[in-house]
């Protein structure tokens, strides 16, 4: 299918694509033996890139295809003027993904975490998405000296899709670095999405979600984000400045 041209969030591409159109964009890479490089981009990773020029440059020349994840880049988007149809989050969409390739036969490798979680996750994908083939788990402490040998593992199982949970920006960092020399067609950092499938991490309730309350139910669980969700006021009033700008 034929990706709709991004629109721009602070010098940052996005997708405006619903779920399913990003489900099928992918699937198409996969059946097509071409590569794609997701990054799902919220407030926090947007404005990551306004202080991180490699990372922009990742994620607005590398990724193929960058989506709207998070309440607040859809308002923005909107905010812009823009038409973004919906929210895309990454852990829904590592679902979604999760529910094709239980279906379709797709090969899928779990990479980061901390020791243990990317297998208790796989034990719970194979849980919800019975016949999904997990091929391979591998945590992500590691050092720098190790990525070849991580490379040539998930080679070898023979994966169609890398989910990484190294978090951001080193999962898009990792991913772009060695992009081609990985076989997997699709390339997705993930986050915590690992520990939540394990039941390490609690998600926010579906209310919360619905309401663009998510941020704060993460604050309230993890207070120790306190310093990185101030990146959203920030993101919200570089939005708004830019708007009158234009």
Known sequence: MQIKEPVKILDVPVHPLTMGEAVAALETSI???????VVTANAEIIMMCQQDDDYKKIVSQSAELVLPDGAGAVWAGRHLGYKIPERVAGFDL???????????????YFFGGSPGI????????????????IVGCRNGYFKEEE?????DEINNSGADILFAALGAPKQEKWLERYRNQLQPKVLMGIGGSFDVFAGKMERAPKWMQDASLEWAFRLYKQPS?????MALPKFVLKVIFKGKKA
Not at 225 to 229: A, I
């Open 118 to 133: 990317a297998e208790a996750a796989k034990a719970k994908s194979e849980e919800f998405y019975p016949g999904v083939n």
């Open 225 to 229: 984000r306190f310093m990185r969700m």
């Open 31 to 37: 059946k097509n033996g071409k590569q794609a490089f």
């Open 147 to 151: 990525s070849q040998s991580i490379i």
């Open 94 to 108: 590592y679902c979604q993904l999760l529910g094709r390739a239980a279906q379709e036969g797709y090969k899928v």
